[in-house]
């Protein structure tokens, strides 16, 4: 199972919007709705932020959304603010009952 | 407090063995899906593995399977990772993390560090 690609970097000023992109296949990302998108601080555990393709959990703030285009899913943040400098990597279900994670992407606020 | 707590990672050569434990609190193990994921060193993370809620079915990442096992022990509310025929590729900290939410990882453990040198 090949990982999901993600860009490397994405970047933005605070208060900007920044959009993360995760593109797979028709075996993962385009046959399920099951893409979660998690954020990890240096040195901490991951903390998940979307689960099925747009939905938060409780305690996540509206600023962050998730939408998803046949193979390619998207995390966008919104209001960009200091805390959210982080990796974040996105997740999928996939067929043969695995999962399989993006390569992450490190969002730098400028 | 932390829900999910791993230990039983260290030091071991190639081709050794070694078993991960995760032990819960504040949520019944039972109930949810469990998984590993790992993280090698400056890298991104990996699915290793899942058992089911109910049926306890288990589920691995081709690169592992046939070497590590998964399994829980629902009176002890623990989940195990027996690892076994380490190469270096296994280096890496691995995560006991729940699965709450439908196919996504909810809860996740502190981690627990495997060298494989």
């Known amino acids: ?110 | 407090e932390v829900p999910l707590v791993e230990s039983g990672g260290g030091l071991v050569q190639p081709g050794g063995s070694l078993r991960l434990s995760c032990t819960t609190s504040g949520f019944t193990l039972y109930n949810n899906w469990m998984h590993w994921v790992r993280q090698g060193p400056g890298k991104g993370l990996v699915w290793v593995s899942r058992v089911n809620s109910i049926d306890s079915v288990r589920h691995y990442a081709d690169s592992v399977k046939g070497r590590f096992t998964i399994s829980r022990d629902n009176a002890m509310n623990t989940l195990y990772l027996q690892l076994s025929s380490l190469t270096v590729e296994d280096t890496a900290v691995y995560y006991c993390v729940s699965g709450g939410y439908p196919a996504a990882f909810d809860v996740w453990g502190q981690g627990t560090t495997v060298t494989v040198s």
């Open chain 1, 1 to 110: 199972q090949s990982a999901l690609t993600q860009p490397p970097s994405a970047s933005g000023s605070p208060g900007q919007s920044v959009t993360i992109s995760c593109t797979g296949t028709s075996s993962d990302v385009g046959g399920h709705n099951y893409v979660s998108w998690y954020q990890q601080h240096p040195g901490k555990a991951p903390k998940l932020m979307i689960y099925e393709v747009r939905k938060r959990p409780s305690g996540v703030p509206d600023r962050f959304s998730g939408s998803k285009s046949a193979n390619t899913a998207s995390l966008t943040v919104s209001g960009l603010q200091a805390e959210d400098e982080a990796d974040y990597y996105c997740s999928s279900y996939a067929d043969s009952d695995n999962f399989v994670f993006g390569t992450g992407t490190k969002v730098t606020v400028l």
